[in-house]
């Protein structure tokens, strides 16, 4: 964790003042919230300050931002000392942020580390010239192209030391540099270059319609036809069976067979298949018991008896409900040995 603290007196300025265009800018960026809610614009005025103060903002500064959007300074001062990307310590003219995290300290960043320690000094300081200061930081989000280090906006990937000095040499020179990887790679590829979707064929536009697409989605749609016929068929059986007479009449009404039954174990709870079939609850005709092994629906419910009518399966019951009885329970591994769940 870093510890974030204003810069010494010696190097704060006396004041500070967006100049003209930065402060028209600020207005407009005030005017895109609600009246009452221009602190809301606190994070991109700093940001604009800390660009107009060579990349760091000094304690005038965040007064100054307080005193334009009418806040207490101790709320803009918890801002710029809360988010990283506010520089509270002057930076050089390159400012290099140095991923430390784990994908790039494996890949070598300590190495870049000590560079930076010997070309530039101790880290948060500037250098001598002013040209550049570095600061390690975590994931800049690169990691595939690890190490690397961010300098000023751009990103530079791939760092070997010797990479690296050369490239704080260049900047150190004003000579131009080239940001992303620098070693022979495009962007995140693997080294050496892409190792699939080579085939030209790909984009030339003469893979469009290979392998006879039309036949495929033409089986496709014959097949999903040929499924949605069979299902309303299927459904169309059933209701028919249904609507027998003597499935009518067989139908055990499941309120009425209730009475006398054993009551579930549970609130909430449903007493056990057995039970609740009639034939464990003594004299049922085959026909009620085949009846009651389909699912309750719509069907069946209409031919439930009338109110106060016992139905037919109400008549035959005449034996007591079954005792409700525990399970077996185990107190040590059956046999001795874990289950073998392929058996489930
Ligand atoms: S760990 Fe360095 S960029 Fe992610």
């Given at each position: 964790m870093s510890v974030r603290r204003l810069a010494?007196?010696?190097?704060?300025?006396?004041s500070f003042a967006f100049d003209a265009a930065n402060e028209n800018w600020a207005d407009r960026q005030i005017a895109?919230?609600?009246?009452?809610?221009?602190?809301?614009a606190v994070i991109p005025l700093l940001w604009k300050a800390q660009e107009q103060h060579h990349g760091w903002l000094p304690r005038a500064a965040i007064e100054a931002v307080a005193k334009k959007l009418d806040m207490a300074p101790m709320r803009v001062m918890e801002i710029a000392t809360f988010y990283?990307?506010?520089?509270l310590q002057p930076v050089g003219e390159h400012f290099i942020q140095l991923c430390g995290t784990t994908p790039c300290a494996l890949r070598g960043a300590e190495a870049i580390r000590k560079v930076c320690e010997e070309v530039?000094?101790?880290?948060?300081t500037v250098s001598a010239d002013g040209k550049l200061s570095w600061l390690e930081v975590e994931c800049l989000g690169a990691c595939c192209n690890a190490p690397m280090a961010q300098i000023n906006f751009d990103y530079y990937e791939d760092l070997t030391p010797e990479n690296f000095r050369a490239l704080l040499d260049d900047l150190r020179h004003g000579r131009p540099t080239k940001p992303g990887?620098?070693?022979?790679?495009?962007?995140?590829?693997?080294l050496g270059g892409g190792e699939t979707l080579k085939d030209a064929a790909l984009y030339d536009?003469?893979?469009?319609?290979?392998?006879d697409w039309q036949a495929r989605i033409a089986d496709q749609r014959k097949a999903a036809a040929e499924a949605a016929a069979a299902k309303a068929a299927a459904e169309a059986a059933v209701k028919a069976a249904e609507a027998t007479p003597a499935a009518v009449e067989a139908k055990p009404a499941t309120k009425t067979a209730a009475a006398g039954r054993p009551k579930p174990s549970g609130a909430g709870q449903p007493s056990s298949a057995s039970q609740d079939t009639p034939a464990a609850n003594g004299k049922v005709s085959a026909a009620a018991v085949k009846e009651s092994a389909k699912p309750a629906d719509a069907t069946s419910a209409t031919a439930a008896p009338a109110a106060g009518e016992p139905d037919a399966a109400a008549k035959n019951v005449t034996a007591p409900a079954l005792p409700e009885s525990k399970p077996e329970l185990l107190t040590a591994a059956r046999d001795g040995k874990p289950d073998d769940l392929s058996l489930i």
């Open positions: 010494p007196d010696h190097v704060q300025p006396a895109k919230y609600p009246t009452g809610r221009q602190a809301s990283t990307m506010f520089n530039i000094g101790p880290q948060s990887p620098q070693v022979e790679r495009s962007c995140s590829e693997p536009g003469t893979a469009v319609g290979a392998g």
